[in-house]
């Protein structure tokens, strides 16, 4: 349950950063930090708002995880749905002549919390049984 626990609060937090800044300052972060066109900004703080939801949501999971420890496979679903559409614009949706940096990075950090998450799972998965 501790690794479970850990990877939620990793979640959290990198969730709660990055929906923070997608929410104050989208220009600033899909533009400037990371060279891709402008869009819609509206759309860029909705995701964070919503990101901070998540965040708020995983530190509730993670403190009820000896009865809800099961439910963490939401987060597994969206990190892996967040990675295949991140990996696929990265590999034929970015506009010719822009960085495909923040779409191999969400990617790589959506895999690699979605294999933590499922790791934590397992091993949760054999000290418990889903109530």
């Given at each position: 349950m501790e690794l479970l626990k850990r990877v939620l609060y990793w979640e959290a937090g990198l969730l709660a950063a990055g929906g923070l800044f997608a929410s104050l300052f989208p220009a600033w972060l899909l533009q400037t930090l990371f060279a891709q066109p402008p869009e819609p900004l509206a759309w860029v703080r909705i995701a964070g708002v919503q990101a901070l939801g998540f965040a708020m949501l995983a530190v509730v999971l993670a403190r009820r995880l000896e009865q809800l420890w099961w439910a963490c496979w939401a987060y597994v679903l969206t990190s892996a749905g967040i990675a295949?559409?991140?990996?696929?614009?990265?590999?034929?949706?970015?506009?010719?002549?822009?960085?495909?940096?923040?779409?191999?990075?969400?990617?790589?950090?959506?895999?690699?919390?979605?294999?933590?998450?499922?790791?934590?799972?397992?091993?949760?998965?054999?000290?418990?049984?889903?109530?």
């Amino acid at each position: 349950m501790e690794l479970l626990k850990r990877v939620l609060y990793w979640e959290a937090g990198l969730l709660a950063a990055g929906g923070l800044f997608a929410s104050l300052f989208p220009a600033w972060l899909l533009q400037t930090l990371f060279a891709q066109p402008p869009e819609p900004l509206a759309w860029v703080r909705i995701a964070g708002v919503q990101a901070l939801g998540f965040a708020m949501l995983a530190v509730v999971l993670a403190r009820r995880l000896e009865q809800l420890w099961w439910a963490c496979w939401a987060y597994v679903l969206t990190s892996a749905g967040i990675a295949v559409v991140t990996t696929g614009h990265a590999l034929v949706g970015v506009p010719r002549g822009v960085s495909a940096v923040l779409w191999w990075l969400m990617a790589a950090e959506s895999v690699a919390l979605a294999a933590a998450l499922v790791i934590g799972l397992a091993k949760a998965g054999t000290e418990r049984r889903p109530e």
